[in-house]
């Protein structure tokens, strides 16, 4: 149905009669100080009878202004009702992007990918299956920064997470950083069910706050963190002596991200491959439900700009008609 968002700007449908009495308060066979261009007295110019006045440009000139107060009320159309489902989840990723992640021991389909690459793909679809929740996004290295605050716009956030690249936040690894921004970002929020996902391929090398200390605070403020550890445990390596097998994950701190788990009622996984890191996801929903308690809203769509235009072009072309000398005074 259409509805107005202003319709109090009817009010404004008089003003130009008020301005009018208000203007001719003045001296006999003087003109009016305010000349408006389509509101003026019109005449033709045939040479028949020069004092007969036209009435169709006026005619447009009102046509033009009660469109322009249409324009003001704001009309929108509003449709049906819609009903979201909301979890009351506030869901935080925390993702790695130190220099490590570029290690290309993960495959999608048959072509070897890095760890970004990797996880960018599940936890895209991941974060696509989240309805309802609210969800953040932090990046991290040498340092944490939050790349997109809490919201419902999951497109959004996978966006953004698919536009990230290594090296961003630095060469290094933040772990305790990261855990401390989101603590930062969710304590306010104790009425949620507060969940953050840190996903890393490394230890904590950088940064002002311990993991653990991190993860303590987190757990006072009722905060649960599950970890990911993502990286091969073996690949095969090419150098000019022959292929040998190497454990590119040597630098993976399982022992520091299973303690961050337990301390906040979290739990700690371990990805080896894409078809594990799909899985881990796949656990997660099940771990953290969707809630169906819904939240009900009406679309809106703003049609302000059709009579504006309509207005805006009514305008122009009497403006042309008077320069032409087709219509004047």
Known sequence: MLGFEWPWFL?????????RRLLSAQEPGQESALRVPFLEEFRY????????????????????????VLAGMRPQWIGELVEIPVSGRELILAVDLSASMQEEDFFLGNEAVDRLTATKQVAGEFI???????IGLILFGEAAYLQVPMTFDRRTVHTLLNESVI?????????????GLAVK???????SNR??????????????VEPVEAAKLAAREGLKIYTIGIGADEMLVRSLF??????????????????????????YFRARDTEELEKIYALLD????????????RPRQSLYYWPLAFAFLIGVALAGLRRSGRIGG
Not at 167 to 179: E, P, S, Y
């Open 45 to 68: 110019r045939t040479g028949l009878d020069r004092t007969v006045r036209l009435r169709w440009p006026l005619w447009l000139a009102t046509l033009a202004w009660l469109l322009l």
């Open 195 to 208: 969940v953050v996902i840190l996903l890393t391929d490394g230890a904590n090398t950088a940064g002002a």
């Open 242 to 267: 022959g292929t040998r097998r190497v454990n590119p994950s040597t630098d993976l701190d399982e022992k520091t991200l299973g303690s961050i788990a337990e301390l906040t009622g979290g739990k």
């Open 185 to 191: 970002r969710l304590r306010e929020r104790k009425e």
């Open 128 to 134: 696509e299956r989240r309805v309802g929740d609210r």
């Open 167 to 179: 090296g961003l936040a630095g060469q290094a690894t933040a772990i305790g950083d990261a855990i």
């Open 11 to 19: 009010l404004a449908l008089p003003l130009p009669l008020f301005t």
């Open 286 to 297: 099940q771990l953290e439900p969707i809630e169906e308690e819904a939240r009900k809203f």
